[in-house]
């Protein structure tokens, strides 16, 4: 609330100065204030996919996604706030808006290209999601309507006080277990892992060109244990899904060491890389100690587990069940964690300490300008 007010004085401030330059776009106090640009898949899209030609399947624009927070939905692929939205709070930022919805072209305080279903790879989920190269391509064209508004030193200071933050990969490692993926069966994990981080390199090197020197990537969630995996495994229902959590932990040390290398090789690259696989495989196998009643099945769905993907009923299954009480679920749907389980990482992610778990720095850190 506190910024929302102060946005309003700044620009109705700026407004009585008859719209002077420096107020029109980017203020002497907006210089202070890091912006947000965010990339990835559906643990962060505010709502890009509103707005794309796709199916059921990749939205979540219907009740009761959005029920705890915002009190209607919004796309989101939980119950209430992603991770983005509480580190834009904890930034003073007011919530970064999807560069899709209709109106919204003030970049001033960043924007969110995430996509529901995205991978680092073209072929994950092609022609329903935006992909992390499309994400780039928009970014770009971000960047151009920056330096053609600011200017290009205004623009280059906005992009490089700026953070990015990414999550992309879980779609990569996912959808080869749902679809028929011939990329995937024709290469060795190793091949595979290497050749979403080379993507993803790609797009961190790309937004470098463009200025950026912040980035904060969200990495080892346990996409094995999730109900959905956990629910349809067959013959062996309850368990974890062993090759996925492989997948994911070669994608977390292959990333850890490429940060390395790029930090070598970029001047001024800086970045927070925690590793959230230990924060979250202890909320689901002991919820109790963190609060939680429930961490393996889901708040809402139906079959086993909660695991079969029909939260809401508009993805072919009508049928399904809602808990009574999403803050003791760890899950809201077969995937995606509650807003609860989020503002926990987001907490912890603002704030950990910085020698405890080898990354180099936390969000608060990257934040200051
Ligand atoms: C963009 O948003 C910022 C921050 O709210 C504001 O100061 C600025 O005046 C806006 N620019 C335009 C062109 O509306
Ligand atoms: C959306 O996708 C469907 C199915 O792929 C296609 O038939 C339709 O023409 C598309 N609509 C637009 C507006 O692109
Ligand atoms: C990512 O990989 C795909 C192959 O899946 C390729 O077609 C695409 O151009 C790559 N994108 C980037 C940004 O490297
Ligand atoms: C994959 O393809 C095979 C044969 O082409 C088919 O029998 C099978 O159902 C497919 N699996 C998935 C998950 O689409
Ligand atoms: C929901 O669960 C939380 C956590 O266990 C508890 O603090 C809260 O009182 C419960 N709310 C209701 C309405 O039962
Ligand atoms: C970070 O830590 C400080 C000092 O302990 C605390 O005041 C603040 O509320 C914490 N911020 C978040 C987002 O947890």
Avoid at 10 to 19: D, E, K, V
Wanted: with cysteine; charged share 20%.
């Amino acid at each position: 609330m506190a910024t929302l007010r102060s946005q309003i004085y700044i620009f109705t401030f700026c407004a009585s100065l008859f719209l002077q330059s420096s107020c029109y776009g980017y203020s002497e106090i907006q210089k202070k204030q890091a912006a947000l640009f965010v990339f990835g898949d559906s643990l962060f899209d505010a709502g890009n996919n509103n707005y794309i030609n796709t199916t059921t399947r990749y939205q979540a624009s219907w009740w009761p996604y959005g029920e705890t927070f915002f009190r209607y939905p919004t796309g989101r692929f939980s119950d209430g706030r992603l991770i983005p939205d509480f580190i834009a709070e904890y930034g003073n930022l007011p919530f970064v808006p999807p560069y899709l919805q209709p109106g919204f072209n003030n970049y001033t305080y960043g924007v969110n290209f995430a996509s529901g279903g995205a991978g680092a790879l073209a072929e994950t989920h092609q022609g329903f999601v935006i992909d992390l190269e499309t994400q780039l391509g928009y970014f770009k064209k971000v960047e151009k309507q920056l330096r053609h508004k600011l200017g290009d030193d205004e623009a280059h200071t906005l992009l490089s006080n700026a953070v990015y933050l990414i999550s992309i990969g879980a779609n990569d490692y996912y959808a080869p277990f749902i679809t028929n993926s011939s990329l995937f069966e024709s290469h060795s994990h190793e091949k595979y892992v290497g050749m979403v981080i080379g993507n993803l390199t790609n797009v961190v090197k790309e937004i470098y060109k463009k200025g950026g020197r912040k980035f904060a990537f969200a990495t080892g969630f346990p996409l094995g244990c999730v109900p959905s995996m956990r629910a349809l495994k067959p013959g062996k229902t309850g368990t974890c899904q062993e090759e996925i959590t492989a997948l994911v932990q070669l994608h977390t040390r292959v990333l850890e060491k490429t940060l390395l290398k790029l930090k070598g090789q970029l001047q001024g690259f800086r970045y927070s890389n925690p590793n959230f696989y230990t924060f979250l495989s202890g909320r689901i196998n002991n919820p109790t100690k963190y609060g939680f009643k429930e961490g393996k099945e889901a708040c809402c769905g139906s079959g086993p587990y909660r695991g079969i993907n029909s939260c809401g009923g508009k993805k072919g299954v009508t049928d399904y069940q809602l808990c009574d009480n999403v803050t003791e679920y760890v899950f809201f749907d077969s995937v995606h964690p509650t807003e609860r389980v989020y503002e926990q990482i987001s907490k912890f992610w603002w704030n950990q300490s910085l020698s405890s778990t080898g990354t180099y720095f936390n969000l608060k850190k990257l934040f200051e300008v």
